[in-house]
């Protein structure tokens, strides 16, 4: 069921609610990059144990396989616009206390953790709210432009501004870069804060009704949807091939290929390449192919560029494969999350979007123990071609959404 697609040629006004969002978001994503790049960095400094710095990236993974879906009911009982800049405003000043600790190096292995954990359990509310919001603030023809505008920006200011930016703020003192999040989170409180939306429409909810109802609701809502449902498992599989890749990547390229860190960086680098391009292109691919499709033509099209990573012993065939796998993973990602807001109920989104990220963020740290597994027995460049496995189903998976609903005569 895609009769939307045909009407989506709007792009977003720039003006009130969009443009404060999307600028909230990027100086937010912003931020976020500073911390996530220069985090680990302060961990290998604390301790040179390798379980305890794995513990502060896994740690940030914990709470949506926790918190995840109680984070989508909240978000669909509250007022969105309130909790996101609320949420905000609490990381900003916990970020903000974390950046003196460092500065009178007061910090210490056990409160990364901490931080890490605390941080992704707020933003499991914060992230379900931001994407049941903003079809309140897009026209429907909108969205989809809406969307790839927001993920083109934040992958643009991740890979080419914040990332390149942590060895300068680094230089200026080891507790700049999270200086900066936490003025960052204050920002983006203060642009949210400013919206004004109109008042969502509520559902009668029986007295006495549970979140753990809710949760139950808005997961049978998604099953009884077969497109929600196809790309709930399709999207699942593929992150958890993208973890194991992403997990093993540094193995695949100094190791099985014998390059050096420079070769590296130039591979992740050329992912993000690809990706923003992609980000430009997703909204046109999925109006004219339709959104369904698109996902599945994306997913069908990141196969060859995993095969040829784990079969190719080149540098230049990584660069390349990832690339594609970029720029059809961005594709993917613009298209699968317009369809969701498309297809959801408005009273349920933050429920279905929770159940999205709940299941591909877990696919992702136990796709990283795969493919551990699997270079381990087999070779280092076997997560690739596990991850190219894992894209065959998933898109096999996508396949009985085309079909047509079944209408009775």
């Known amino acids: 069921m895609e009769t939307a697609d045909a009407e989506e040629t709007r792009a977003p006004s720039w003006r009130g609610g969009f443009g404060r969002l999307w600028t909230a978001a990027i100086v937010s994503r912003f931020g976020d990059s500073l911390r996530i790049a220069a985090l680990p960095l302060l961990a290998a400094s604390l301790t040179d144990d390798p379980l305890l710095v794995a513990l502060v990236t896994a740690s940030g993974y914990l709470p949506w396989l926790l918190f995840g879906l109680l984070g989508g009911a909240i978000a669909d009982r509250v007022d969105q616009r309130r909790a996101m800049w609320a949420v905000d405003l609490v990381r900003g000043l916990l970020i903000?206390?974390?950046?003196?600790?460092?500065?009178?190096?007061?910090?210490?292995?056990?409160?990364?953790?901490?931080l890490a954990f605390t941080l992704t359990t707020l933003q499991t509310l914060f992230d379900n709210a931001a994407t049941a919001l903003l079809p309140s603030?897009?026209?429907?023809?909108?969205l989809g432009s809406a969307n790839a505008r927001l993920q083109t920006g934040q992958m643009l200011v991740s890979s080419f501004v914040a990332t390149p930016a942590v060895p300068l703020l680094l230089a200026a003192g080891a507790a700049v870069p999270y200086a900066a999040d936490a003025a960052t989170y204050l920002v983006a409180a203060a642009l949210v804060a400013s919206l004004r939306t109109a008042p969502r429409e509520r559902e009668e909810r029986p007295s006495g009704r549970t979140l753990r109802a809710d949760i139950a609701e808005g997961l049978r809502i998604l099953w009884r949807d077969r497109t929600l449902r196809g790309l709930c498992i399709s999207a699942t599989l593929c992150n958890i091939g993208v973890g194991g890749l992403i997990a093993t990547l540094v193995l695949h390229v100094t190791g099985w290929l014998d390059a050096g860190e420079t070769a590296y960086a130039l591979c992740l680098s050329s992912y993000g390449v690809g990706s923003v391009v992609g980000g430009f292109c997703a909204n046109r691919i999925g109006r004219r192919v339709g959104r369904l499709r698109s996902v599945l033509v994306a997913g069908a099209l990141q196969i060859g560029p995993l095969v040829a990573i784990g079969l190719i012993r080149s540098?230049?065939?990584?660069?390349?494969?990832?690339?594609?796998?970029?720029?059809m993973g961005m594709v993917w990602n613009v298209n699968e999350v317009t369809l969701m807001q498309q297809r959801s109920p408005v009273a349920a989104l933050g429920r279905i979007s929770a159940a999205f990220r709940t299941l591909s963020l877990g696919g992702a740290p136990l796709g990283a123990m795969l493919a551990g597994a699997a270079a381990a027995a087999w070779g280092l460049n076997t997560p690739a071609l596990l991850a190219a496995g894992l894209f065959v189903l998933s898109v096999v998976a996508l396949i009985p959404a085309l079909k047509p609903p079944v209408t009775a005569p």
């Open 137 to 142: 603030l897009v026209e429907p023809a909108a």
């Open 315 to 327: 540098v230049w065939a990584v660069v390349v494969g990832l690339v594609v796998f970029g720029f």
């Open 96 to 114: 903000g206390v974390f950046a003196l600790a460092v500065a009178f190096d007061r910090s210490s292995i056990a409160v990364l953790v901490a």
